[in-house]
């Protein structure tokens, strides 16, 4: 079971947010993994204390938890400790107020790292989210330079060690006994020193290029959903897998059917002597026109259902049904002819 976060940091429930960042300070001073190696119990302790901190100095959580415990923020989806990295990167104000510079530890810019994930919307007509189909999108991304292979030097020539960092990539300054290492400023962290750039990428090792891809945009999509296509993203560096495209569907409307969930709903006119009398029309569907036939009676307003005429299911199988929601239409250019006939039938309506 997981500790109070109060008793954690060490304050009461009244404590003010200058109490419980200088509890936190002095805490992170103490049990700070460059301070104690190798030393788990240590970690641990440090990871409580970042966890309580980040909850406490956020009025929003905080209430949240002095209301509900664990189980409430569990519920508004918040996992715990977020790593070392978040943790530096959000409380970097604390490590320069105690130390003079920022805990956040530094991570060699030669690691492999994945590529950047690119996001595409594309729109598609009405029938096309329907039915499905298959797309050519053109998009931007950054691939490996096919001149240097990636290395951003000339070809012939070979980046030199970094005499800032002697090829490490990090620098370490230390205050007292607590010591930290960052990002060389001189290589970038890469360790190593282009003398002669690349002409073709200028020294990035990646040029922008424009790749087509093919989608296929599978039936039953709406407005709003989001298509993965794995390693069509940017390259990785240094060995680092490609990254992921993701395609944001955007469906344009029909000037006769609108879409609910997967039933299509369209409205259509029938003259006054057939919702009267019955019969067959004419109805365009999805699939086509298609003869429905008009109950005897039908009222303005009615629904007739054609079932299976609808949009595919995206996850399952089957359609939707067609809904057609009837408008009676009633004539107001009478002959007089026409007049007369209908005042006869009023009058046999009403005298029966």
């Known amino acids: 079971m997981k500790q109070d976060y109060y008793t954690i940091l060490g304050i009461d429930r009244n404590a003010s947010d200058e109490q419980i960042k200088k509890n936190y300070r002095k805490l992170a001073l103490k049990f700070h993994p460059d301070r104690n190696p190798g030393d788990r119990q240590a970690e641990e302790r440090f990871k409580e204390a970042a966890e309580a901190y980040e909850v406490l100095r956020d009025p929003e959580k905080r209430a949240l938890y002095d209301r509900y415990g664990h189980e409430g923020l569990n519920g508004a989806g918040f996992s715990g400790f977020s790593g070392f990295d978040d943790i530096f990167s959000s409380f970097g104000d604390i490590f320069e107020d105690v130390f003079g510079f920022s805990g956040r530890r530094s991570r060699s810019r030669t690691a492999p790292r994945p590529g950047a994930d690119l996001r595409y919307d594309l729109s598609i007509s009405f029938m096309d989210a329907v039915f499905g189909k298959v797309a050519d999108v053109d998009i931007q991304r950054l691939e490996t330079c096919d001149e240097c292979g990636g290395t951003g030097a000339t070809p012939g020539t070979t980046p030199v060690m970094c005499p800032t960092c002697h090829g490490s990539g990090q620098v370490t300054r230390a205050s007292g006994f607590f010591t930290v290492s960052s990002t060389c400023p001189h290589c970038g962290g890469t360790g190593r020193i282009i003398e002669h750039p690349c002409h073709s990428c200028g020294g990035r090792g990646m040029k922008e290029v424009t790749k087509n891809v093919q989608l296929k945009i599978p039936p039953g999509v709406e407005t709003g959903v989001r298509l993965r296509l794995r390693g069509e993203g940017e390259d990785g560096r240094f060995g680092g897998p490609r990254g992921d495209l993701y395609v944001f569907i955007h469906v344009q409307p029909h000037e006769f059917f609108n879409r609910e969930g997967n039933d299509v709903v369209c409205h259509v006119p029938v003259p006054m002597i057939t919702a009267v009398l019955g019969g067959e029309m004419e109805v365009p569907t999805l699939d086509g026109v298609e003869k429905v036939k008009i109950p005897r009676g039908t009222q303005h307003g009615n629904l007739i259902r054609l079932k299976g005429k609808g949009v595919p299911r995206l996850r399952g199988s089957g359609r939707g ?32």
């Open 321 to 352: 049904d067609q809904v057609i929601q009837i408008a009676v239409e009633i004539p107001i250019d009478l002959t007089k002819k026409e007049e007369k006939l209908l005042k006869e039938f009023a009058k046999l309506r009403y005298e029966r």
